[in-house]
Nanobody, 125 residues
Framework: QVQLVESGGGLVQAGDSLRLSCAAF????????MGWFRQAPGKEREFVAG????????DYADSVKDRFTISRDNAKNTVYLQMNSLKPDDTGVYYC??????????????????WGQGTQVTVSS
């Protein structure tokens, strides 16, 4: 089992950058494929980015490609989401999630086993 704690959210203007962090506590972090999801008010939770256990493979939603970068530091049990050129449409609660069963990066929320509490990102125009 693992506990996930996100941080780094906030209120920014369009075009600004933010870096989210997700610290993992518990079972060996390297055994989890990690993902970032977000949920805007009135919308379903959607995939943003994912990273393999070693960090060698990544995947992104089309809406954030070339603007967001996911990375992980297995020595620090932390996954990051660097968000550049933020847009108002990026507003939402951002969650990190851990998948204990798959070596592939899942883009749907259901397969993920553990979730953080979320961190709010608000981008003003």
């Amino acid at each position: 089992q693992v506990q996930l704690v996100e941080s780094g959210g906030g209120l920014v203007q369009a075009g600004d950058s933010l870096r989210l962090s997700c610290a993992a506590f518990g079972r060996a972090f390297v055994t989890y494929t990690m993902g970032w999801f977000r949920q805007a008010p009135g919308k379903e939770r959607e995939f943003v980015a994912g990273i393999s256990r070693s960090g060698g493979r990544t995947d992104y939603a089309d809406s954030v490609k070339d603007r967001f970068t996911i990375s992980r530091d297995n020595a620090k049990n932390t996954v990051y989401l660097q968000m550049n050129s933020l847009k108002p449409d990026d507003t939402g609660v951002y969650y990190c999630a851990a998948d204990a069963r798959s070596y592939t990066i899942r883009t749907l929320p259901i397969p993920y086993d553990y979730w953080g509490q979320g961190t709010q990102v608000t981008v003003s125009s």
